[in-house]
T-cell receptor, first 113, second 116 residues
Framework: GESVGLHLPTLSVQEGDNSIINCAYS??????FIWYKQESGKGPQFIID?????DKRQGQRVTVLLNKTVKHLSLQIAATQPGDSAVYFC????????????FGSGTRLLVRP | NAGVTQTPKFQVLKTGQSMTLQCAQD?????MYWYRQDPGMGLRLIYY???????DKGEVPNGYNVSRLNKREFSLRLESAAPSQTSVYFC???????????????FGDGTRLSIL
């Protein structure tokens, strides 16, 4: 079935470097794409969303890029900090499924001091 | 502001036992959700409640029941627990979106359930 997935299960970056977390999607009936951050022992925390008719959106130290041609979503974190270490999930909201969210399997980001 | 509160945080059950997981939100949200998270996987929707008095099945509803007790509370019940239901369970709530807008789901910190 169609799903949201991630290219890399684990990403290790040096503190201060920029991080890029990637996500591929297959469903064409999604109106929003969302990134969540999950720290160990905690629930997912909303980071940023992007509407399907946009290709870029910026937040505080984060940027989400959406390439609908190749069905690819990425989350860029600038100047990665130790507090950014977590699992990051992409999700999409399905217009053809009562607007429910479908989550990918997650990428673990490790920040080296 | 507590947000979404789940109880208990941890539980161990024997196969065949029953249990209710509790969830309460203090954000006056209409919609509430129950997900399970298994190792190396994303969250999968079990049941949701778009508004008080309504509940609907998600991706993986088998073996579960839910009750939307009032606007604040949404409980998940396992009538006869099975080892395959060992998982971390997350409750979430969300404001209803306006026309063409997106409102994120807010999650609790989960209930870690082991079934022996």
């Amino acid at each position: 079935g169609e799903s949201v997935g991630l290219h890399l299960p684990t990403l290790s970056v040096q503190e201060g470097d920029n991080s890029i977390i990637n996500c591929a999607y297959s469903n064409s009936a999604s109106d929003y794409f969302i990134w969540y951050k999950q720290e160990s022992g905690k629930g997912p925390q909303f980071i940023i969303d992007i509407r399907s008719n946009m290709d870029k959106r910026q937040g505080q130290r984060v940027t989400v890029l959406l390439n609908k041609t190749v069905k690819h979503l990425s989350l860029q974190i600038a100047a990665t900090q130790p507090g950014d270490s977590a699992v990051y999930f992409c999700a999409d909201r399905r217009m053809d499924s009562s607007y429910k969210l479908i989550f990918g399997s997650g990428t673990r980001l490790l920040v080296r001091p | 502001n507590a947000g979404v509160t789940q109880t208990p945080k941890f539980q161990v059950l024997k196969t065949g036992q029953s249990m209710t997981l509790q969830c309460a939100q203090d954000m006056n949200h209409n919609s509430m959700y129950w997900y399970r998270q298994d190792p190396g996987m994303g969250l999968r929707l079990i049941y949701y409640s778009a508004s008080e008095g309504t509940t609907d099945k998600g991706e993986v509803p088998n073996g579960y029941n839910v009750s939307r007790l009032n606007k604040r509370e949404f409980s998940l019940r396992l009538e006869s627990a099975a080892p395959s239901q060992t998982s971390v369970y997350f409750c979430a709530s969300r404001e209803p979106p306006g026309q063409g807008t997106f409102q994120p789901q807010h999650f609790g910190d989960g209930t870690r359930l082991s079934i022996l």
